[in-house]
Each structure stands twice: as structure tokens, then as C-alpha cells.
């Protein structure tokens, strides 16, 4: 963290990023026990009642279990985390394993077609509406991001499940913050505008847009992974 973005945390926010960050680090790996409480307060200089409450909002994102008597250890928070804790990692990208994008797409591989297929089937109309604007969508990446999530937004909103609203808003953070990479190359925007058209072409037909939905998804995966590759072959 920079002098810039530590001047606009306020006290506990800089001390429960700090504590987070020496959880990524290894400093306090999984299964290790936090240091106790009047020693962790003067390392990350707040108070004890203000430490305490840190703790269980790191407790019930599942990254610490706090027992009483007992010190206070470190989760295998990857096993046993939740979308919380999702959530948290976008704003530590140092720290994320070199498959975690690859991940979260294949994730939205599954997750997103079923929403889709009930969400258009319902409400056929508004995504025409929505979808016949990309064929006058701006050649930039902020503009194909903005428009794709967007459209991402309605199929979980429309789709009749309360669910995967919650889901996809838990993820917006860094799909927002992905989209606008994915979207500077040529290859994610000519592909997604393909995806609009079939999806046009689905809906006034009347037909199914699930194996449509699951296909562009999964080319979204592989583009970015081939992304991924080139820029390692070719280093920092």
C-alpha cells in the first residue's frame, strides 16, 4: 500500500488491511494463531476494544475463529471462506494465486448460462432492447465493460432466482476491474460482439440461449488465458 491510499483509510481500516495483508503474506499463515490481543493492538496501533471488533468482522467472513480462552487462529480461508472473503481479495491482487481470474470465469461459465436462459425467456423484450444497442457501442474497452456487465446484471436480476443477484454482486468489483483489461484487446471485443448478435438472433426466435451464453463464456476463458500466456512468455 502506497503513502497516497494509506492517507485516505481511516485508523481501522489501515490496521484490518494490515492484519489481512500479514494473513496473505504468511506472516500468520492458516492454521497459525494471531498474537494475543494487548500485543496485536500495539502492532497495528489501535485500540483493544476497536481490535476486538476487527476480529469478528474478520470472524464472520470466516478468515479467523475466535475462541473463547483459546487463542485466536488463522483459517484455511480458501477451504473455508465465503463470498465474503471473495469480496476482500479484489483489493489484494498481490496476492492472489495465478489462477484466480482463470478461476472466477470458469466459475461464471457455470453459474451464468441457467440465469441467462430464465432471465431472456421471461423478459425477451427488454434484453432486445438492451442488446440492440451494442451494434453502436464505442470501439473502447471502458465502453464494451461497461455494456457487458451491464448486460451480465439483468440475467442474474431477471432471472427469478434472489440468488445469483447476490452473487454477481459480490463479484462486480473485480469483474468491472477485469472487463476493462479484457476489453483492450482486440480479440475480447470482436468476440463479444459476435455474442450480442447470436443473442438477437436467439431471441427473436424464440430459441433457448443457455448453450449460446455457455459458449461465448468459455471462449472468454480461453482468449484470456491465451492473454495470460503471451504476457508471461514475454515477461514483465
Not at 22 to 49: C, F, K
Not at 64 to 83: A, C, F, M, S
Not at 108 to 126: E, K, L, N, S, Y
Request: hydrophobic residues 40%; aromatic residues 8%; contains cysteine.
Amino acid at each position: 500500500m502506497d503513502q497516497t491510499q494509506k492517507a485516505v483509510l481511516r485508523p481501522t481500516q489501515y490496521a484490518e488491511h494490515q492484519l489481512l495483508t500479514s494473513i496473505l503474506d504468511g506472516t500468520y499463515p492458516p492454521g497459525s494463531s494471531l498474537p494475543a490481543e494487548r500485543m496485536l493492538a500495539e502492532r497495528l496501533n489501535v485500540t483493544r476494544q476497536t481490535l476486538r471488533e476487527l476480529l469478528q468482522r474478520l470472524a464472520g467472513d470466516r478468515w479467523i475463529t475466535i475462541q473463547h480462552g483459546k487463542p485466536t487462529t488463522v483459517n484455511h480461508y480458501w477451504r473455508e471462506g465465503g463470498l465474503g472473503i471473495l469480496k476482500t481479495l479484489v483489493n489484494f491482487a498481490d496476492y492472489l494465486p495465478p489462477r484466480f481470474i482463470s478461476d472466477l470465469l470458469q466459475a461464471r461459465a457455470t453459474i451464468m448460462p441457467a440465469c441467462a436462459d430464465a432471465a431472456v425467456t421471461a423478459h425477451a423484450d427488454q434484453f432486445l432492447t438492451h442488446l440492440e444497442v451494442a451494434e453502436s457501442l464505442a470501439e473502447s474497452p471502458s465502453s464494451y465493460a461497461d455494456f457487458d456487465w451491464q448486460l451480465q446484471s439483468m440475467m442474474a436480476e431477471l432471472s427469478g432466482n434472489i440468488i445469483y443477484p447476490l452473487i454477481l454482486n459480490d463479484f462486480a468489483p473485480v469483474f468491472k476491474a477485469l472487463g476493462e483489461r479484457y476489453f483492450t484487446l482486440r480479440e475480447g471485443r470482436t468476440a463479444s460482439a459476435g455474442y450480442y448478435r447470436k443473442l438477437i438472433r436467439a431471441i427473436r426466435r424464440k430459441s433457448a440461449v443457455e448453450a449460446i451464453v455457455r459458449k461465448a463464456m468459455e471462449e472468454s476463458l480461453t482468449i484470456w488465458d491465451t492473454f495470460q500466456g503471451d504476457r508471461g512468455a514475454q515477461g514483465p
